[in-house]
């Protein structure tokens, strides 16, 4: 990965597309501190110090880096963008006009885009809202009775409104600039960016709370992570198909081979991100009906409110394997995979064309999805389990939706960097 890096540093062409990469990321984090028209900045800062991030809003906190609990103009991070992203996902499969789109390749695609733009803001009015309205009440940073606005009116809200609003179109358009000018997925790479700028704070966290030897053997675990991490991420099931050979006028096509590659993590990191913002909806009902004495919530304060609970866990577990199961079947259509290849002339060697290769598919993809959705269980209980063993923040640093971001995004982006080396080196060829 450093050699990729090195050699890319050492082209001028990906020279300049690195540094304006990493423009953009100081730009980012440096909307990232700034804060918000109206914030007390001071009392702010005391409070985040009395606090932890492992409340309801942990996850959103976690994609903006630690913006969210400072109320800065970049608060909400990307998380309105992903939430949008993952909505119009699923809208594809339900609604035909967006399937259509979908299919009418590139003109089609920059529909669902700007369709993804206008949830992103919407969603972003919504979160702004209910996060402004949480610092005029109080509840935002609980256990701190601080007040975190100058003036609670009306009039300061909306314009914090706007400003995290605005923040979060900032955002858009700095990973629209990378995606067009930098190497790899712009939106990935702020992503990447925000999850990391909370991996030395956690760390060092842990090295302050438990001591030196504690650290280490966190840091061992880590790496050892990472390494099954990345293994299973580059892990695939690939079938092999074969195109038949067809005479189109005075010309021959086909005869050639290729394969479906199938991964073993087909989700991502989506299932983490469904089951956990799930599991938020009790909590957050929790937490508006604090003086409630119904059976009903002091059941889910006790149960579901507390990561380190084995009821929290083991929902946690199965809705991520749910999940997994859910997405993949929305992602990864067997029937329309099938219907393509019968239709190009190719098929699986053994298999015969069409209902046979659909069912194949179905065959094969359903065991692989298994060792896949228990794989992404078992990453996201790590920073749970760590609650329980050191006594840790649940946002600990290695596991979970932090630790599959990193890997996926690094692994992407040292992928394409490689890709244009390969482009502007020849040598190997004419060896």
Not at 271 to 290: D, G, W
Not at 322 to 345: C, H, L, R
């Amino acid at each position: 990965m450093l050699g990729a890096f090195a050699n890319a540093f050492r082209t001028p062409d990906l020279r300049k597309k690195l540094l304006f990469v990493l423009l953009i990321i100081a730009v980012f984090r440096l909307g990232s501190q700034i804060p918000a028209p109206g914030v007390h900045v001071a009392n702010v800062q005391d409070c985040f110090k009395q606090v932890s991030n492992s409340g309801i809003y942990g996850l959103i906190n976690l994609f903006s880096g630690g913006a969210l609990l400072q109320l800065t103009i970049f608060a909400l991070g990307i998380m309105p963008y992903i939430t949008a992203s993952i909505i119009l996902q699923l809208l594809v499969v339900v609604i035909p006009r967006l399937e259509t789109l979908k299919k009418e390749g590139q003109s089609g695609q920059a529909k669902i885009t700007q369709y993804t733009r206008y949830v992103t803001l919407a969603l972003a009015i919504l979160q702004a809202t209910g996060i402004v309205a949480l610092a005029r009440s109080g509840n935002l940073l609980q256990g701190c009775n601080l007040p975190l606005l100058y003036h609670n009116d009306f009039r300061t809200a909306a314009l914090m409104v706007i400003t995290m609003t605005a923040g979060t179109a900032v955002i858009m358009w700095l990973g629209e600039l990378v995606t067009d000018r930098g190497i790899g997925n712009g939106m990935s790479i702020l992503i990447f960016t925000q999850v990391v700028a909370t991996f030395p704070v956690a760390l060092w966290n842990v090295q302050k709370a438990k001591g030196p030897w504690v650290f280490s053997g966190v840091i061992l675990i880590g790496l050892v992570v990472v390494a099954a991490v990345v293994f299973i991420e580059q892990a695939q099931r690939r079938i092999p198909v074969q195109y038949a050979r067809r005479m189109v006028g005075r010309k021959m096509f086909g005869g050639s081979s290729t394969y479906i590659p199938l991964k073993v993590n087909q989700a991502g990191v989506i299932p983490v991100i469904f089951a956990s913002s799930l599991l938020y909806l009790p909590a957050m009902a929790v937490q508006f009906n604090q003086n409630s004495n119904s059976a009903f919530v002091g059941w889910v304060s006790t149960n579901l409110v507390r990561g380190d609970h084995p009821i929290y866990m083991a929902m946690y577990f199965l809705l991520i394997i749910f999940f997994t199961y859910f997405y993949v079947a929305i992602t990864f259509n067997p029937q329309e995979v099938a219907d393509n290849m019968k239709q190009y002339g190719g098929f699986i060697p053994g298999i015969r064309a069409g209902k046979p290769t659909e069912d194949y598919l179905n065959y094969v993809l359903s065991r692989i999805t298994l060792p896949g959705a228990l794989y992404l269980g078992m990453i996201a209980l790590i920073p749970l389990a760590a609650l329980v063993l050191v006594k840790a923040n649940s946002n600990f640093p290695f596991g979970g939706t932090s630790l599959l971001i990193m890997v996926g995004v690094a692994l992407d982006t040292v992928k394409q960097i490689e890709s244009q080396l390969q482009q502007r080196n020849y040598e190997g060829f004419l060896r």
